[in-house]
Nanobody, 115 residues
Framework: QVQLVESGGGLVQPGGSLRLSCAASTSSFSIFAMGWYRQAPGPVRELVAS???????NYAASVKGRFTISRDNAKNTVYLQMNSLKPEDTAVYYC?????????WGQGTQVTVSS
């Protein structure tokens, strides 16, 4: 069982920045594909960004150019740097770790973008 603990959420003004962190409780972190998802009020959880074990990244069109996902395998941590935040980025952000036949989720961290 892998535990994922997110941190770094909070309230920020439009145009501001936040960096989310997700620490994983596994020594096999480097082989996991990692992702950040978000869920605004409602049932839909959308992929924001992902990074493979090899470091390849993918972004939702709505965040491309503003958000950056990265990983530090020595610290078992994945990051999401969020710049130029907009009110529509407001959501609970979840960390995801994935292997074939295995998937784990964090508990989520709230990001609110408001003046």
């Amino acid at each position: 069982q892998v535990q994922l603990v997110e941190s770094g959420g909070g309230l920020v003004q439009p145009g501001g920045s936040l960096r989310l962190s997700c620490a994983a409780s596994t020594s096999s972190f480097s082989i996991f594909a990692m992702g950040w998802y978000r869920q605004a009020p409602g049932p839909v959880r959308e992929l924001v960004a992902s990074i493979t074990s090899g470091g390849s990244t993918n972004y939702a069109a709505s965040v491309k150019g503003r958000f950056t996902i990265s990983r530090d395998n020595a610290k078992n941590t994945v990051y999401l740097q969020m710049n130029s935040l907009k009110p529509e980025d407001t959501a609970v952000y979840y960390c995801n770790a994935r292997l074939p036949y295995q998937e784990y989720w964090g508990q989520g961290t709230q990001v609110t973008v408001s003046s």
